[in-house]
């Protein structure tokens, strides 16, 4: 597979951001959550390149407390996978959409299908945080005959001999866990976090983003000395919880795009 013929939009899209020379910045935001649709334009405005667009599930093993209130406050207002999906291909961003929620939603309907679902939403790549990765090949097989990029998470603990393998059937990005937990900002980047970010790259020339525990812009450009950029979500969601809407994620973003631009 050539770097850039071959592969879906969000990789290709991320390479070709990368090999601008730019650190990378993927904005992560609770679909159904009142507004979540103008956060999203707005943070696709102010500089994320990549939108990771959350599908609330009742049992989020990966979720943090800021993102668990948002999904249960989504859930709660009625939002379902099939409503947040419809409302993708009205999104007016001009970047790539992956979405990320828990494996029962592909399982239960059929890898198939959901995929194809994913795919007819014009959504660019899944993240599946609950689908180990020695599991991973029916589903990966499925969304990639979609079209859809599947995007893989490489912990902390992840074994060296499996690291390679991991790294070379993600597509879209390596999503490097920056520390083990859920996620959540945190008042120092773990030293996990480099780390992981450093064992990733030292296996796969794709696009690698350190996610989980970043905090401040501080903290983003630390991460992206190692990593090619970072994952923010429970400072993005903050926003929207403490009813800043989307006007407050556009000023969150712009902050973290400022501080990456200027390393």
């Known amino acids: 597979m050539s770097p850039n013929s071959d592969v879906g939009r969000m990789e290709r899209s991320l390479r070709d951001r990368r090999d601008e020379g730019a650190k990378l910045l993927v904005v992560y935001v609770t679909g159904g959550f009142e507004g ?7 943070a696709a405005a102010a500089g994320a390149d990549a939108i990771e667009i959350g599908i609330p599930f009742s049992d989020p093993v990966m979720d943090g407390p800021v993102i668990q209130a948002a999904s249960e406050i989504a859930l709660g207002s009625g939002a379902t996978p099939a409503s947040i999906l419809a409302a993708v291909p009205d999104l007016d961003t001009g970047i790539p959409h992956a979405v990320m929620t828990y494996y029962n939603l592909a399982h239960n309907p059929g890898h198939e ?3 194809s679902t994913l795919a007819d939403s014009g959504v660019d790549a899944a993240i599946l945080p609950d689908l180990p990765f020695v599991e991973s090949g029916p589903w990966r097989e499925a969304a990639g005959e979609a079209g859809v990029e599947t995007i893989l998470l490489a912990a902390p603990t992840t074994p060296d001999d499996r690291l390679p393998e991991l790294c070379a059937a993600s597509s879209g990005f390596v999503y490097a866990v920056g520390l083990l937990g859920v996620t959540g900002e945190r008042s120092t980047l773990a030293s996990t976090a480099t780390e992981i970010a450093e064992r990733c790259k030292s296996v796969t020339d794709k696009p690698v983003l350190t996610g989980v525990g970043i905090g401040s812009p501080e903290q983003a450009v630390e991460a992206s000395e190692v990593a ?14 403490d009813g800043h809407g989307a006007d407050g994620v556009g000023e969150l973003v712009a902050s973290y795009r400022t501080a990456l631009d200027a390393g």
């Open 113 to 115: 299908r959901f995929a």
């Open 36 to 42: 979540w649709e103008a956060a999203v334009e707005t």
């Open 228 to 241: 090619d950029g970072v994952i923010i979500g429970s400072a993005v969601v903050r926003q929207l919880l």
